[in-house]
T-cell receptor, first 113, second 113 residues
Framework: DTGVSQDPRHKITKRGQNVTFRCDPI?????LYWYRQTLGQGPEFLTY????????KSRLLSDRFSAERPKGSFSTLEIQRTEQGDSAMYLC???????????FGPGTRLTVL | DQQVKQNSPSLSVQEGRISILNCDYT??????FLWYKKYPAEGPTFLIS?????DKNEDGRFTVFLNKSAKHLSLHIVPSQPGDSAVYFC????????????FGPGTRLSVLP
C-alpha cells in the first residue's frame, strides 16, 4: 500500500489557463476528499465523494472548479480560467466508509502567475 | 469566522519536557475531534482523535483532553522528542452531518535538543 498519491506535485500556470490535478486514494477506501490549504491556514474542505457520487460541496467550490471520480477510484479536480487567488496547496484525502480518520496525500502546489 | 481556533502559531519546548497544544471551537454541534501532524512537503498525518462522549483519549506519548463546557481541547505530548517538531492541526466535525472537517490554522511545534 503506497498511500494516497497526487499528481503533479507542483504546477505553475498563467492566469486564465485551465489546470487538472489527479488523486489516487488508498485502494480499499471508498471515500475521497479534496481540500485547499493556503499559507498559515489549515486545510479547507472543498468536496467529498463516496464511491463515484459527489455528496457534498463547499461554497468555496466556485463554478470554475469541478471534481470527478468516474469509477469510484481515482479523482480529478479541474480549475478553469485560473486566477491568482487560486494559488494554494490542493490536498486529497481518503478514508474507509464509517471511519473518521482521513489519510492525506502530499498535495499539489498550484502557483498562478 | 473561524470555528476552530489555535491561538498559538508557534511553541518551543525542550526535549523530554511536556508539549501542550491548545484548540478552541465555537460550534457546539461539533462532536468529534482529531489532531493531525504535518511535516514540510508532506500531507497531514492523523495522530489521535476523541469523541465528545469522552473527556480523554491516550495513545502512547499522546493524550487529548476535551472540555466540552469550555469548548476546548488540548494535545499533550510527553516526553517531547525532536522528531515531534511539526505543524499540528486540530480538526472538528459533526458526526451525523457528512464528513466535512473544519481545521484550525495550526501550531508549529519546535522541540529543542
Amino acid at each position: 500500500d503506497t498511500g494516497v498519491s497526487q499528481d503533479p506535485r507542483h504546477k505553475i500556470t498563467k492566469r486564465g489557463q485551465n489546470v487538472t490535478f489527479r488523486c489516487d486514494p488508498i485502494s480499499e477506501h471508498n471515500r475521497l476528499y479534496w481540500y485547499r490549504q493556503t499559507l498559515g491556514q489549515g486545510p479547507e474542505f472543498l468536496t467529498y465523494f463516496q464511491n463515484e457520487a459527489q455528496l457534498e460541496k463547499s461554497r468555496l467550490l466556485s463554478d470554475r472548479f469541478s471534481a470527478e471520480r468516474p469509477k469510484g477510484s481515482f479523482s480529478t479536480l479541474e480549475i478553469q480560467r485560473t486566477e491568482q487567488g487560486d494559488s494554494a496547496m490542493y490536498l486529497c484525502a481518503s478514508s474507509f466508509d464509517g471511519r473518521f480518520e482521513q489519510f492525506f496525500g502530499p498535495g499539489t502546489r498550484l502557483t498562478v502567475l | 469566522d473561524q470555528q476552530v481556533k489555535q491561538n498559538s502559531p508557534s511553541l518551543s519546548v525542550q526535549e523530554g519536557r511536556i508539549s501542550i497544544l491548545n484548540c478552541d471551537y465555537t460550534n457546539s454541534m461539533f462532536d468529534y475531534f482529531l489532531w493531525y501532524k504535518k511535516y514540510p512537503a508532506e500531507g497531514p498525518t492523523f495522530l489521535i482523535s476523541i469523541s465528545s462522549i469522552k473527556d480523554k483519549n491516550e495513545d502512547g506519548r499522546f493524550t487529548v483532553f476535551l472540555n466540552k463546557s469550555a469548548k476546548h481541547l488540548s494535545l499533550h505530548i510527553v516526553p517531547s522528542q525532536p522528531g515531534d517538531s511539526a505543524v499540528y492541526f486540530c480538526a472538528a466535525s459533526v458526526r451525523n452531518y457528512g464528513q466535512n472537517f473544519v481545521f484550525g490554522p495550526g501550531t508549529r511545534l519546535s522541540v529543542l535538543p
